[in-house]
């Protein structure tokens, strides 16, 4: 049974708005959706967290649906150097306090 | 500089050998994690502490041991290790709990041959 869903990989051009999609049926009611970016050899980095609606940074918006059985990473207008995986990560409540991040998103961007 | 800090960052060793990696934070975060990283699994945590002398078993901690006996420091120990715990370690702390902001290692690389 997958923890939490999303779409293997997605290409995308410079300048465009990109969605990412991740499935999370059953988290924990009071927990916090994050998002990280990593790029090859290198940790992945904090993007942005949400609890619920729509949380905007610099970088990135987070929309989150009220049943928050999903959450979509929002990127607008990409540039080559947001190449890299994106994963989303949760708190399952059968699984206690364990961390479960999603399998990650691999994000081309071309130009 | 505010940092999580993994050593080794490569290894190369034989089945059974012990073996431990330190991880290091300088940031007074009260959480601290072991992730592997294996491709196309994802990252799936090995084992995590909430705080000094308190750990917790992740989703694949099989394999593996930890200690916190002092905040700062999390080493990850492998008593007897296998082939199939080659992969690539990042150690993670945060301010509370896991679902807060992560800072992550540099990662370790290991190989077991």
């Known amino acids: 049974l997958a923890k939490t869903t999303q779409p293997i990989s997605m290409d995308s051009y410079e300048g465009q708005e990109v969605n990412i999609t991740c499935s999370h049926n059953?988290?924990?009611?009071?927990?916090?959706i994050t998002w990280y970016q990593q790029f090859p050899s290198q940790g992945p980095r904090f993007i942005i967290q949400g609890y619920k609606t729509k949380v905007t940074n610099e970088v990135a918006s987070l929309f989150i649906p009220a049943d928050r059985k999903s959450s979509t990473l929002s990127l607008p207008r990409v540039s080559l150097s947001d190449t890299a995986v994106y994963y989303c990560?949760?708190?399952?409540?059968?699984?206690?306090?364990?961390?479960?991040f999603g399998a990650g998103t691999i994000l081309r961007v071309k130009s | 500089e505010a940092q999580v800090t993994q050593n080794p960052r490569y290894l190369i060793t034989v089945t059974g050998k012990k073996l431990t990696v330190t991880c290091s934070q300088n940031?007074?975060?009260?959480?601290m994690s072991w992730y592997r990283q294996d491709p196309g699994l994802g990252l799936r945590q090995i084992y995590y502490s909430m705080n000094v002398e308190v750990t917790d078993k992740g989703d694949v901690p099989e394999g593996y041991k930890v200690s916190r006996k002092e905040k700062r420091n999390f080493p990850l120990i492998l008593e007897s290790p296998s082939p199939n715990q080659t992969s690539l370690y990042f150690c993670?702390?945060?301010?509370?709990?896991?679902?807060?902001?992560?800072?992550f290692g540099p990662g370790t690389r290991l190989t077991v041959l």
């Open positions: 059953n988290i924990a009611t009071n927990d916090y």
């Open positions: 940031m007074n975060h009260e959480y």
């Open positions: 993670a702390s945060s301010l509370a709990s896991g679902i807060n902001e992560q800072f």
């Open positions: 990560l949760v708190v399952i409540p059968e699984y206690g306090n364990k961390l479960v």
